[in-house]
């Protein structure tokens, strides 16, 4: 089966590592104090006023000390003070481009690259409009014996508070790691990323090297039961897909309404639009693509995947016809997977004219792509090209796309660019076959779950899957992943939505992981250096 079989020849491992002898008592001590319904409380208290602090991430954000909105992230770091005492009174802080924030915990064998844990202090702004559909005001941060109420706590704040929680325990606790940690909090995620991630990785390679992480813990997505039955899968991420943002743009003569040409650019960009949704990507399966791991573990181990689904992904481990039938067999099953067989593109923005007697001189649109995992920036520009290029000949345009200039027309310019500079290949995959590192994450997943107050005996299944957003940090380890620990019933509405709020006790669940997954990392202090 080669390497796309490796996560499901590897789950009869995932038991291992437990928290061992080595940090065993510690382990028990802190698991005891989690339970107790003291520290759930501060646990809420805590989670509740970094909620209160309304640290909104705007698309429109000005220079930081120009823009008096950054202020707000002043005051987070204020009651990040406050609320984790330990953690900024005994470790190093070090805050980089004015707010974003790396807090290192040295270990006492400098030898051993250090291990990164990552969230964000930013959260998406709540829409006025919608404040009174609210259960509770969206910056409350109330507890209702349950849930945890407000903007940020699925996404990312709950992280925030996670690791703090979990170092400020440990620290109290007498623990001192052998391996150094470090906690990377951004501040821009939810728009731009160009203020925090990217001065944050900068700074880090600067002081360690390339790939001188052990590996980065980054926010993604929850375990469930998404095929039924009493099996569990988690989904670390472990490859991301390529981005691009395409601006078209229609320039042509303005004029008066009453003496209007065959088409107006309003017309001719309406046209290009259609060519572009008339031509969707076609859904592609390569064995080596991680969506290919991902359902050879729903194949082997998911009870309510269609029996023909799992034949034929048994087979498509080596008959090509197989693997193209595969393909669209899980389209058919579950249309949604189309995101993850293809570049997706979405038409999301589109502007023109000023005036209902006035002929557009200029209108746009912005086109949102996400690149397949197999695919390329330079390959997607190529087939926009040969998507568009037909309509600028048809209405006589010139064609300019991504710098070059490919037709040439007298009615006016149609105008391909990369909208705001921010196209990205797909991220170099994570390696999981035989990966000691992928194998540490893979364990603690199941004995953080095994070990969880009310576990039901469940299967638990591991397997890589497809995320986004960790690209400032590819410099620094191969070793990228991308998870919450987090049941996806924990939250009430899900994110970036009216009613945001979960589970105190999954706060407590992830707190229990980020533990163990320190304690686990520590043990591995025989390890390699380099991974």
Known sequence: MGAAASAVEDQSNLAYPSSGLTHRSLDLALDDLYGTQDFALEVADRLGAIIRVPSESYDDFGKIGEDDRWQTFAVLHTELKRLFPSVYETLDVVNVNTYAQIITWRGTETNLLPLMLTAHMDVVPVDASTSDSWTYPPYSGYFDGTWVWGRGTCDDKVDLLSLL????????????????????????????????????????????????????????????????????????????????????????????????????????????????????????????????????????????????IKQLAYDAVEDDNALGNLSQALLEWDPAAIAKLSTTQAVDVISGGVKVNALPENVWALVNHRIAEHSSVSELQDRIISIVGPVAVMYNLTLRAFGKNITTGDKGQLTLTDAFDTALEPAPTT????????????????????????????????????????????????????????????????????????????????????????????????AQTVF
């Open 165 to 308: 929680t979990t170092v400020e325990s440990m620290i109290k606790a007498g623990f001192v790691p052998s391996r150094t940690i470090v906690l990377a909090f951004g501040i821009d995620e939810e728009s731009a990323g160009t203020q925090g991630a990217p001065y944050i990785a900068q700074y880090l390679e600067d002081i360690y090297g390339k790939n001188k992480i052990a590996a980065i813990l980054d926010e993604g997505a929850a375990y469930e039961t998404p095929y039924g039955g009493n099996v569990i899968f988690a989904n670390p991420a472990t490859a991301e897909k390529g981005y691009l943002d395409l601006r078209v743009e229609v320039s042509t003569p303005g004029g008066h309404s009453s003496v209007p040409p065959s088409h107006t650019g309003i017309g001719m960009l309406a046209s290009v639009i259609a060519e572009l949704e008339a031509h969707p990507h076609e859904p592609s399966l390569k064995r080596s693509d991680t969506f290919f791991q991902e359902i050879q573990c729903a194949a082997a181990f998911g009870p309510e995947l269609p029996e023909s």
């Open 431 to 526: 390696p999981v076959r035989d990966s000691e590192p992928y194998g540490i994450l893979a364990g603690t997943i199941v004995a953080a779950l095994q070990s969880s107050p009310g576990y039901d005996g469940s299967q638990i299944i591991v397997s890589p899957s497809l995320a986004i957003d960790t690209k400032s940090y590819w410099n620094l380890t191969r070793n990228i992943y991308r998870y919450a620990h987090v049941p996806a019933d924990a939250y009430f509405n899900g994110l970036h939505t009216v009613n945001e709020a979960i589970k105190l006790d999954a706060v407590i669940g992830r707190i229990r992981f980020y533990t163990r997954f320190i304690l686990n990392w520590d043990e591995a202090a025989v």
